[in-house]
């Protein structure tokens, strides 16, 4: 099958060979291969990916394997925080169980213990001696609810007294212990003890 050639005539004056013969000019006109087209354009896209990779990103193996440690990290502080919120959630429910239960002369009681331990820094005995006195009258049974519910450090409360007879009454260490121990103050031994060895 012949090709269509396509003839083009350059100038409006005929041009003549030497023979005297009229002289057309033709021109060809390619098709551009689609495949090769194609071919090409993928190489220059992945030489294109492979450039923005080498500039933008690291090693793959790398990333995955910081992204592995994140995640085992965060999962660990997840359940470290999971851990914690339940057993704050379970200390206040047991707390809050305990509230309910008692009484309201329990609460009164649980509330001037904390005060006593608080602002005058008693021990567990004294407590006990000044709320079933005469001045606050409460029961026995609900003194003992008080200092069993109470969060109190009793050696740091023995400590502040014994700060307090040094200072003001220039006591010696052996006088200091023994006020501590003494029915009016009611600390244990050990309290007292560890108020003495502390104090500046």
Do not use: W
């Amino acid at each position: 099958m012949a090709r269509k050639e396509k003839e083009v005539v350059y100038s409006s004056e005929e041009h003549r060979n030497e023979d005297g013969e009229r002289v057309v000019y033709v021109e060809r006109t390619k098709k551009k291969n689609p495949f090769l087209l194609g071919c090409l354009g993928l190489l220059g896209l992945i030489i294109l990916l492979g450039a923005c990779a080498a500039i933008f990103g690291g090693n793959p193996d790398e990333i995955k394997k910081d992204d592995t440690a994140t995640t085992t990290d965060q999962k660990s502080d997840d359940k470290e925080e999971t851990a914690t919120k339940k057993d704050n959630t379970e200390e206040v429910t047991t707390e809050e169980k305990k509230e309910d239960n008692a009484s309201r002369q329990q609460k009164a009681a649980l509330n001037k213990a904390k005060t006593y331990s608080d602002m005058m820094h008693m021990s567990k005995q004294g407590i006990v001696n000044q709320l079933t006195s005469e001045i606050e009258g409460f029961s026995q049974e609900d003194a003992q609810y008080a200092v069993d519910n109470l969060e109190a450090d009793y050696k740091k409360n023995a400590l502040k007294k014994a700060e307090d007879y040094a200072k003001t009454q220039n006591m010696s260490d052996d006088a200091v212990y023994n006020q501590l121990t003494s029915a009016i103050e009611g600390f244990t031994p050990e309290e007292a003890q560890y108020a003495v060895d502390n104090l500046k």
